[in-house]
Antibody, heavy 119, light 107 residues
Framework: AHLLESGGGLVQPGGSLRLSCAAS????????MSWVRQAPGKGLEWVSI????????DYADSVKGRFTISRDNAKNTLSLQMNTLRAEDTALYYC?????????????WGQGTVVTVSS | DIQMTQSPSSLSASVGDRVTITCQAS??????LNWYQHKPGKAPKLLIY???NLETGVPSRFSGSGSGTDFTFTISSLQPEDIATYYC?????????FGGGTKVEIK
């Protein structure tokens, strides 16, 4: 099983960015998927999660209303649309595989993609 | 939200030492507690799930215990490759929350 994130980069405050996570080696559509981030010098922070079907999702309060998680089970891809970005969104963003339900351990993680929000 | 308080924030121990990290939840989370290992530049790795179950392929020197609000993570004999930051994480309820992390170094 493998996860590969992409789409990170440098963006100005107030800007937008879309992250992607390509999954392989497992039946993507059977599992909930999540985004977790790590700001420079800080610990891990859960960002968002989506059910296996994509029908339901949830967000940390810090990103609610600005970020949107989605998935394409036909293309084995998870996405995170990030709008109205702030300096405090600067972080390494990880894609993580959960279990069949959203309340389950993250057993597979990607290497991460860096997002820098700065003018 | 469930707050996870992890201690210590860092520790230094010798190779072969027994290392213990604690994690306290702000409310009862039953057994729904994971432990992850995170090395710089690497993806986090699940070590323990459901408080005490060892993930497949993880060395037996790692172990976890506890339930309710108080949990413990132990490395029975610290090895050089265990240098990393360790995080607890609850999955009893959303939002999912992590402890602040414990950085483990070799003395």
């Amino acid at each position: 099983a493998h996860l590969l994130e992409s789409g990170g980069g440098l963006v100005q405050p107030g800007g937008s960015l879309r992250l992607s996570c390509a999954a392989s080696g497992f039946t993507f559509g059977d599992y909930a998927m999540s985004w977790v981030r790590q700001a420079p010098g800080k610990g891990l922070e859960w960002v968002s999660i989506i059910t296996s079907s994509g029908a339901s999702s949830d967000y940390a309060d810090s990103v609610k209303g600005r970020f949107t998680i989605s998935r394409d089970n036909a293309k084995n891809t998870l996405s995170l649309q990030m709008n109205t970005l702030r300096a405090e969104d600067t972080a390494l963003y990880y894609c993580a595989k959960a279990g069949a339900t959203i309340l389950s351990p993250f057993d597979i993680w990607g290497q991460g993609t860096v997002v820098t929000v700065s003018s | 939200d469930i707050q996870m308080t992890q201690s210590p924030s860092s520790l230094s121990a010798s190779v072969g030492d027994r290392v213990t990290i604690t994690c306290q939840a702000s409310q009862d989370i039953s057994k729904y507690l994971n432990w992850y290992q995170h090395k710089p530049g690497k993806a986090p790795k699940l070590l323990i799930y459901d408080a005490s179950n060892l993930e497949t392929g993880v060395p037996s020197r790692f172990s976890g215990s506890g339930s309710g609000t108080d949990f413990t993570f132990t490395i029975s004999s610290l090895q050089p490759e265990d240098i990393a930051t360790y995080y607890c994480q609850q999955y009893d309820n959303l939002p999912l929350t992590f402890g602040g992390g414990t950085k483990v170094e070799i003395k």
